[in-house]
């Protein structure tokens, strides 16, 4: 069993920050790459950031490039996601989620495992 709980969310004003944590935990649960997705109303779920079992390779969508950083502390079984100059269209519900294989990937179907979500204000 792998269980990811997301924390930090909250709501901002435009141009504010928040850093949201995921903490893994299940003994089943190793080091793979992870990633945040987010959901907005009446959207599909989007890819936001990636980052590798080490942490040394990074991948993020053209929308929050220059923005957003991702991090991961595998001793603690957490991964991080820095959120800068938050616009109102940042405003969803963040995932965290892991792959079921060693590769970093944008691609949501590659992703096995996910939390609960936690929701993102951005006020205009």
């Known amino acids: 069993q792998v269980q990811l709980v997301e924390s930090g969310g909250g709501l901002v004003q435009t141009g504010g920050s928040l850093r949201l944590s995921c903490a893994a935990s299940?003994?089943?649960?190793?080091?793979?790459?992870m990633g945040w997705f987010r959901q907005a109303p009446g959207k599909e779920r989007e890819f936001v950031a990636a980052i590798s079992r080490s942490g040394g390779s990074t991948s993020y969508a053209d929308s929050v490039k220059g923005r957003f950083t991702i991090s991961r502390d595998n001793a603690k079984n957490t991964v991080s996601l820095q959120m800068n100059s938050l616009k109102p269209e940042d405003t969803a519900v963040y995932y965290c989620?892991?792959?079921?294989?060693?590769?970093?990937?944008?691609?949501?179907?590659?992703?096995?495992?996910w939390g609960q979500g936690t929701q993102v204000t951005v006020s205009s």
């Open positions: 989620a892991t792959t079921s294989g060693l590769a970093v990937t944008t691609n949501t179907g590659r992703y096995a495992y």
């Open positions: 299940g003994r089943t649960f190793s080091t793979y790459p």
